[in-house]
């Protein structure tokens, strides 16, 4: 099941100030515009998008482009999985479809014949959706985008349901990294800071692991963005960076010598045996 392509959306305040921060990351804007409160970025193997004013939860979603939302849906519920009071929907404008995980995180299918409609100067027919595989930039290393859940087991069942396999999980059991297609996130299990999240929301978090975090924080303070370091554990050797940025989402750097990306295998996901009573 292709889910399609996938983008991390954001609910900002104010879309200029927001573009300008994200911009002196190194991220460039691919569509979109402040006119119409809607930008898209790209930064190696992270696509994000600023909605001011459009996303309803008004939080960090998980959204999926282009893909066949009337067969997802129907996959999933075949699985079990319930979706949000009225979705899925389907007009002349498209179909969308609207579902949140175990601890509540709004995941969105969407696919349109013409993005931007009803936005003059912007509407475009929409590309042809094929899947690609993009490569993390050097400099802020690749990009995970990071969820708080209350009960890891359950909820990497969740997205094995959608399709994502298991790429790699902790010993102690309480964070597991999942891929699908273009689309990699993190669960954390009583892990992520809870003072790192955005003020009334969920706690999430957009991580870049093993990229260039001196240069970046060299960067950083050159532009006058502030920025906390983290500490590691004595003798690790390793670097990291935490910052907020203009709407209060946390963005993690962080560099530790010997980790390397792993992919999914038949090994990692292998069913794990359960702890003793």
């Known amino acids: 099941m292709d889910l399609g392509r996938f983008e991390t959306s954001l609910d900002v305040k104010d879309i200029e100030r927001s573009l300008a921060f994200y911009k002196a990351l190194g991220f460039r804007q691919v569509d979109g515009g402040v006119d119409i409160r809607n930008v898209g970025l790209r930064k190696g193997d992270c696509r994000l998008s600023l909605y001011q004013g459009y996303l309803k939860p008004a939080e ?5 482009w282009q893909g066949n939302v009337e067969a997802i849906a129907r996959d999933l519920a075949s699985k079990g ?7 899925p929907k389907k007009d002349k404008n498209g179909a969308a479809a609207m579902l949140k995980d175990p601890d509540g995180h709004p995941l969105y299918f969407i696919n349109l014949p013409v993005h931007f409609y009803n936005q003059p100067g912007h509407e475009r027919k929409s590309p042809a959706y ?18 708080d859940v209350q009960d890891i087991d359950r909820s ?17 059991g309480m964070s597991a990294t999942l891929q699908k297609g273009d689309c990699r996130i993190a669960l954390y299990q009583g892990i992520l800071n809870p003072a790192w999240a955005k003020p009334g929301g969920r706690l999430t978090q957009l991580i870049f692991r ?11 303070t050159r532009q006058g963005l502030n920025f906390e370091r983290i500490k590691g554990k004595p003798g690790d050797g390793g670097a990291a960076v935490l910052l907020k940025d203009s709407d209060g989402h946390p963005i993690y750097l962080i560099n530790m010598p010997g980790v390397v990306r792993e992919e999914p295998s038949a090994a990692a996901n292998r069913p ?3 702890a003793p009573p």
């Not at 999985?81 to 979705?87: I, K, L, S």
């Not at 094929?130 to 969820?147: N, Q, V």
């Not at 997205?159 to 298991?166: A, I």
Request: net charge positive.
């Open 81 to 87: 999985v319930r979706f949000d009071e009225g979705w």
């Open 272 to 274: 794990r045996a359960k």
């Open 130 to 147: 094929r899947p690609t595989i993009l490569r993390p930039d050097k400099r802020l290393g690749w990009f995970e985008l990071s969820l």
């Open 210 to 220: 093993q990229g260039d975090v001196e240069r970046v924080a060299r960067d950083l």
């Open 60 to 64: 960090t979603q998980l959204i999926f």
């Open 156 to 172: 990497v069942a969740f997205y094995l349901k959608l399709g994502f396999r298991v790429a790699s999980r902790s010993d102690e």
